[in-house]
């Protein structure tokens, strides 16, 4: 599957396959239909231009617009979703249409499986970190700076706060890589199907330790928001970002789609 340039298939979810129903619209109002084989779906709609681009504010808009679908879509069962700006390119030879619905037959054994495995789930993302200054405020090496900083004149202090600075991140840095295993082990305690999550954006100050997808059964979520608030409670330098669910992004394992 590879960006259209031609008339093609805009995809947005593989979804079991069903009567046909009003799917209504996607980006830009586009009306949406299913391809279908072996049981699956493809929910499409006819693109006849290349990929979304274009102002930041429209493309962040199409990016609302499909996450809508999909969530749609979950709503009303299990579905697999596409990420943004998938098109599939048709031509006299192999349209769209023919082309998706040979995909799902070719991988028909996996995509159900992968239905399977996310019915009656959602995704969770999971992001903690730690406060720098709050976690590294008991290191030794900090206490005997902070303590030479006071008996220090203000120009060599501004100096000397950088280097401190430095220093707590380095001692919550090291403490973030020996709480990783035991903070991973208990959240995997709560949902076995995790992606770990590399794109941490913490907050001026604040040392990631971990960042987790977690596939969870929807009457099961609070669970993780237990355990969650047990660690708040027993670690005070920690921050914890905690969304969801949603659709199963992370958990879609699609093959042969890319974005662009």
């Not at 709503?75 to 098109?87: D, E, H, K, T, Y």
């Not at 707590?168 to 199907?193: F, H, K, N, Q, S």
């Amino acid at each position: 599957m590879t960006p259209a340039t031609t008339e093609g298939l805009y995809l947005y979810a593989v979804t079991a396959g069903g009567a046909e129903g009003d799917l209504g619209t996607g980006i830009d109002d586009a009306r949406l239909h299913r391809v279908s084989a072996r049981d699956l779906a493809a929910v499409v709609h006819r693109h006849t231009s290349g990929p979304y681009g274009g102002a930041d504010e429209d493309v962040r808009r199409r990016v609302v617009e499909h996450s809508e679908v999909v969530d749609r879509l979950w709503q009303a069962g299990a579905v697999l979703p596409v990420s943004f700006n998938v098109i599939v390119a048709g031509n006299a030879q192999a349209p769209a249409r023919r082309q998706v619905a040979g995909w799902l037959d070719r991988h028909a054994p996996r995509l159900t499986a992968r239905l399977d495995q996310v019915t009656g789930r959602g995704e969770l993302q999971v992001e903690i970190g730690l406060e720098q200054h709050e976690a590294a405020a008991g290191d030794p090496r900090v206490l005997a700076l902070r303590a030479e900083l006071e008996e220090r004149p203000a120009g060599v202090r501004r100096l000397m706060t950088k280097r401190l600075e430095q220093l707590e991140r380095d001692a919550t840095a090291a403490l973030a890589g020996d709480l990783y295993p035991e903070l991973r082990r208990r959240l995997v305690a709560t949902a076995p199907d995790i992606a770990e999550n590399r794109r941490m954006h913490p907050e001026r100050g604040v040392v990631p330790v971990l960042g987790l997808s977690l596939l969870v059964p929807l009457d099961q979520v609070d669970q993780v928001g237990i355990e969650l608030s047990r660690i708040r409670a027993e670690l005070p330098a920690v921050r914890i970002r905690y969304v969801g669910p949603w659709p199963p992004y992370s958990f879609a394992d699609l093959p042969g789609t890319t974005s662009t």
